[in-house]
Every structure is written in C-alpha cells, then in structure tokens.
C-alpha cells in the first residue's frame, strides 16, 4: 500500500506477481488477498499504461463473484469502465455502463453508489454526441436519453458538496454548452469556474483539477480555434503531464475522462 501511494509502479508490480503466486500455491486459498492484489496489480499497469494487462486483472476479480451492489463489485466494474476508456475503446465502456444502470438491483443501491454511475452516464451522453460512440453499434444495450435537468437532481450528493469534490459536475454542464454552441452561457460558466478555482482547489490532491479549468479558461482566449487554444493552454497542459493520475477511487471519480485526453475530444469541436 505504501508503494501504491507512492506510486512507485515499478516496485508494485513484482510485489503483486510473488504475493499472487504464494496465495496460488496455498490449498487452501482466501480468495480476497488474491482479489487484492490482481486488484491492485491492475492499478499498477495502469500506472505504465499497459491497459492489456490491467483489463485481465480486473476482469479476474470478476472470477471472485463479488456480491452485486458491494463496494467490491462497484470498484470493480468501475476500474473496467476507466480502462476501456484509456484504451479508448469508448463504445466498450459505453456497453459496460449499460450493463451496470439497467441492472435490477442499480435502483436498490444506495445514492452514494449510483452517482458515481451517473457521472459516467453524462460523459458517455457526450460521446454519443460527438459520434465517438454509436449506440446503434450494440444494440443489446441501450441507455437513457440524456436531460441535464433530470442529471442534475439525480446527483444531489455530488451538487452539494463544497470542498472540490463536485468538479466533475460542473464540467459535464461545461461540455454540454460547448456542445451546443452556447457561447453567452459559455462565457458565464467559465467566470464561476474561475471563482470556483480559486474557492475550493488549492489543495495539492486537485491540481490537476485546477489545471484543467485553466485550459477550459483558454478557449474564449484562443478566439475558439483549435489550434490557437492548444497554443494558449499549452502551460497547463504540461502540468497535466507533470504530475500524472494516481487511479486511486478518488482520481477517477473526478476524472471519469483523464483530464489529457478529455482535452483532445474538445479541441476536436474548434475543428
């Protein structure tokens, strides 16, 4: 767990393969130290962007029938979420998202357990929008139509919050006003942001939260040219670089889209 913390990836690999191997060479074998540690394995390939090897670990976790609605189940299924989005196989991601909120227990889960579902909902509904995921392509699946309306009231939890935590939300109503070219409102969310910034991320664990609001600052700047914002948010850009997500929980509740490649689908609407 320290090396997890630390990020040290290349330590946290070899740690993960012997632990897996003493736990597999037991008779008797406790299923949740080896869960653990394919789990954080995971996290680990993820850190070197291997995300071949990390989708095999967290779908092995799935071979430990986590009990549907645990948090076990929900961090599961949410690290397969985040890889398919890195690998940005997004129409994957897409039919996982599905299969998770119309299962029949979804409904019975507690709040704290569907918004972060919602959060998802939201980015792959902008997906959809800019044709980076055809719903008619699975048609096994299927999701709502999205309303921001109906979003916003589903993800109370989330709106309420006052310590950073409900970035996310403010971004995914920033991308639909992109979306739909609404450039007073536009400009009127970007100065809340701006406050929003300056009240409630100056804390080390939102920097790249922080970041990224500066580079959506850009866009008005950058005359909403592609290349003339990628010019202009540049410095940001690279502080994205420089300090990397961990793919804790908490990173990629915030990031349901790492912030670097969020940033890529955006300037693809100013081309």
């Not at 909120?101 to 979804?106: A, G, L, Q, R, T």
């Not at 569907?114 to 792959?124: G, N, Q, T, V």
């Not at 139509?145 to 309420?160: A, D, I, P, Q």
């Not at 995914?172 to 536009?186: N, P």
Request: charge should be neutral; aromatic fraction near 14%.
């Amino acid at each position: 767990m320290i090396h997890l913390i630390k990020n040290e990836h290349n330590v946290l690999i070899p740690i993960c393969n012997d632990a897996l191997s003493f736990f597999n060479k037991k008779r008797a074998q406790n299923p949740l130290p080896v869960y653990q540690f394919h789990q954080n394995r995971g996290i680990a390939f993820l850190l070197v962007k291997d995300y071949n090897h990390a989708l095999a670990d967290f779908i092995k976790c799935l071979e430990f029938k986590p009990r549907v609605g645990t948090t076990s189940w929900q961090f599961t299924y949410s690290y397969i979420f985040h890889t398919q989005i890195l690998k940005q196989d997004y129409q994957k991601a897409y039919e996982i998202l599905a299969m998770v909120i119309n299962h029949y227990s979804f409904k019975n889960l507690d709040i704290s357990f569907r918004e972060p579902w919602y959060l998802k909902e939201a980015f792959i509904h902008f997906l959809i929008k800019t044709e980076k995921v055809i719903p008619e392509n699975s048609p096994d699946v299927r999701i709502r139509n999205f309303r921001l309306t109906r979003f916003m009231n589903e993800v109370t939890v989330y709106s309420k919050d006052k310590t950073g935590f409900n970035i996310t939300i403010n971004i995914i109503q920033m991308l639909f006003l992109l979306i739909g070219e609404q450039y007073d409102q536009i400009l009127n969310k970007l100065e809340s942001l701006k406050q929003y910034n300056y009240k409630y991320l100056k804390k080390p664990e939102f920097q790249r939260s922080s970041s990224f609001i500066k580079m959506l600052l850009k866009i008005p700047e950058g005359d909403y040219s592609a290349d003339l914002i990628k010019q202009k948010s540049s410095k940001f850009y690279q502080e994205l670089l420089d300090n990397p997500s961990d793919y804790s929980e908490h990173a990629i509740s915030l990031e349901i889209i790492p912030y670097e490649q969020l940033w890529e689908e955006i300037l693809e609407l100013f081309n």
